[in-house]
């Protein structure tokens, strides 16, 4: 026995809603990689500015050149030194490091961190 027609054919309804739902599941991938690269670049930068400004303040206290020790330690860390700033014993530093590949491209974040003797810092 045989159906009565119902006036609509929904045969390949499947391929088409696989296709979709496909489309849908790139997207949410390559938007979750742009927004992890994102993270995980600013965190390299907040790791590299931490890092440089204690081996600055370090350097500050033994009457070095703070700033030099900041690059080699941000340059160590993948990164680069944009501002390096010496008030009395306190050091801020900004560095700045490439994210990974990106479809539109490498992105560069900053991040800043400030140190210095213990009751002299804000």
Do not use: I, K, W, Y
Not at 64 to 69: L, R, S
Not at 84 to 97: H, N
Request: proline content about 3%; charged content about 20%; glycine content about 12%.
């Amino acid at each position: 026995m045989r159906r009565p027609a119902s006036g609509r054919d929904e045969r390949g309804l499947a391929v088409v809603v696989s296709t979709a739902l496909l489309g849908v599941l790139v997207t949410v991938t390559l938007a979750a990689v742009g927004v992890t690269s994102v993270v995980l670049g600013h965190r390299a930068a907040q790791s590299a500015a931490d890092l440089a400004s204690l081996a600055a303040a370090g350097a500050v206290q033994d009457g070095g050149d703070a700033c030099g020790a900041a690059r080699r330690v941000a340059v160590r860390n993948h990164a680069r030194v944009v501002r390096c700033q010496v008030e009395g014993f306190v050091v801020t530093v900004e560095t700045e490091a490439r994210t990974g590949r990106l479809p539109g491209g490498a992105l560069e974040l900053r991040a800043r961190a400030r140190a210095g003797p213990v009751g002299q810092l804000p």
